[in-house]
């Protein structure tokens, strides 16, 4: 593995910023007056992801050479949100058959690798997507099956930006006003391969004059609203302001809020949506309080395997987590944590659920069955 670190920026959150060697580096696509990150890029050898544990305090990059160490950082979110571990697996799986295509037994060695790939993080769904179509390739036996995979991999990437920009569009559209929005964890660009879910009609809306601020929970415990959305949208220079998680409830009893707008990591048949802890609280809240509910995901989030939310693994991380921060422990010494990072939020509480292939309002299991029917 290569560690590749940039300075911190602190000239100003729009500007690219600057390698060692002078180089530009992660932070330099725009489109629209809308800054893009590149949160994981792949150069046929390696897979270079955008450590974001570190973020926004370093820059610094991570270059993987094989299937195995792009799992270990998925699970120790390296990279993360639903899309962006999809497709960093889809490159993981492009690393392995490329390591092992053509000698002797390659395909148990790939499938052990897809394996390992599958199982560092269980609730999003776009991981096992992802996986899955690996397998369903290399079962055609392509004559090339590394360069088969690896195009395979850059088009679950290519696909994945354009369902964001389209998700966008959509998703804008259906505010009707300008207004504040609220959003949480981070379902930005880091969490996708580019612009993002939430955050990416979050964007398209703000380029149309419709966002008057965000406010973005802190999103305990991993931070994930304070230190990347917050990072994202002050580089776009659209108004964010923090809230702590439990601020959420009473900020929309003041009426600062008209929508909260969030992504999903898997959505079951019957329209349930999986998303970080403390999403079905935002939901019950908006509910009572009169505020519209947006999911904004890519259909490759929908699993209908999934019958409903009961079915959805939640994933429970260690206890540490939530006993400390930035390694240094606050709990009261003896202490123990329950740390589920998931929650489902009953279809019933979505107003909207916005994919790229179209919008849903109040989803159910026949809307959902249709638009999965749509091409
Ligand atoms: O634990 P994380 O940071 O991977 O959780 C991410 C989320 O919950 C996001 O909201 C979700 O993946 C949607 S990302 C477009």
């Not at 395909?107 to 993080?121: G, K």
């Not at 997507?129 to 088009?155: F, G, H, I, N, Q």
């Amino acid at each position: 593995m290569i560690i590749t670190a940039w300075s911190a920026g602190h000239d100003g959150p729009a500007k690219a910023l600057r390698g060692r060697d002078g180089s530009e580096c992660l932070m330099s696509g725009r489109t629209n007056g809308m800054s893009t990150v590149d949160t994981l890029r792949f150069d046929g050898r390696r897979l270079h992801l955008l450590d974001q544990r570190v973020l926004p305090a370093q820059v610094r990059e991570l270059s993987l050479d094989d299937a195995p160490a792009v799992a270990a950082a998925i699970r120790d979110m390296v990279v993360r949100g639903a899309p962006a571990i999809g497709v960093a697996a889809a490159y993981g799986a492009a690393l392995s058959v490329a390591a092992h295509a053509g000698s002797t037994g390659w395909r148990e060695r790939v499938e052990r690798d897809l394996q390992t790939l599958e199982q560092s993080r269980p609730t999003a769904v776009n991981l096992g997507w992802a996986v899955r179509r690996v397998r369903a390739l290399l079962d055609t036996a392509p004559p090339d099956p590394a360069a088969a995979v690896r195009a395979l991999a850059e088009s679950i990437h290519a696909a994945d930006v354009a369902a964001n920009r389209r998700m966008g569009e959509m998703g804008a559209a259906l505010i009707d006003t300008r207004c504040q929005v609220l959003t949480h964890c981070n379902a930005g660009a880091l969490a996708t391969a580019g612009y993002g879910t939430a955050l990416g009609v979050i964007r398209s809306a703000w380029s149309q004059g419709k966002i008057e601020r965000v406010l973005a929970d802190e999103t305990r415990p991993w931070l994930q609203g304070a230190r990347l959305t917050a990072w994202e949208l002050l580089r776009d220079g659209i108004p964010v302001s923090l809230i702590a998680d439990g601020a959420a409830t009473w900020a929309m009893r003041q009426g600062l809020v008209r929508w909260v707008i969030v992504g999903a990591d898997r959505i079951a048949a019957n329209g349930d949506v999986a998303n970080k802890i403390g999403t079905y609280a935002l939901a019950v809240s908006a509910r009572h309080h009169g505020v519209r509910f947006m999911v904004a995901a890519p259909t490759s989030t929908i699993d209908p395997q999934c019958a409903d939310g009961d079915a959805i693994p939640i994933e429970q991380r260690a206890a540490d987590e939530l006993l400390g921060l930035s390694g240094q422990r606050h709990a009261a010494e003896g202490a123990d944590a329950w740390n589920p990072v998931f929650d489902v939020t009953p279809a019933a509480l979505v107003d909207a659920l916005v994919t790229e292939k179209g919008v849903v309002e109040r989803p159910d299991r026949d809307k959902i069955a249709a638009l999965l029917a749509t091409s």
